[in-house]
């Protein structure tokens, strides 16, 4: 299956802004939809954003507005921008693959929210 890694996390104050990268080993622009989900200290991990192959997009309300996934077939990456960034936003940020033919869970990349 296609292999992922996740980048781009880091420390920002809250407001702040940072872009994730998800860079696939394989091509994704027979993949349906691509996921990033995220993993706070002693919290299940939970589903942030959802992009499909037509371009339409989902998000939960805990970042709706705020966060936007894109994906680029070409380059077989899928990227999360992520503004006004809230303390709450602290985890560990993951990419897969949505529903049917996801893969496994990488390392993920840390995103870490300060006050």
């Known amino acids: 299956q296609v292999q992922l890694v996740e980048s781009g996390g880091g420390l920002v104050q809250a407001g702040g802004s940072l872009r994730l990268s998800c860079a696939a080993s394989g091509s994704i622009v027979s993949i349906n939809a691509m996921g990033w989900y995220r993993q706070a200290p002693g919290k299940q991990r939970e589903l942030v954003a959802i992009?499909?192959?037509?371009?339409?997009?989902y998000y939960p309300d805990s970042v709706k507005g705020r966060f936007t996934i894109t994906r680029d077939n070409a380059k077989n990456t899928v990227t999360l921008q992520m503004n006004s960034l809230k303390p709450e936003d602290t985890a560990v940020y993951y990419c897969n693959i949505v529903g049917s033919g996801s893969t496994d869970w990488g390392q993920g990349t840390q995103v870490t929210v300060s006050s």
């Open positions: 992009i499909t192959s037509g371009g339409g997009t």
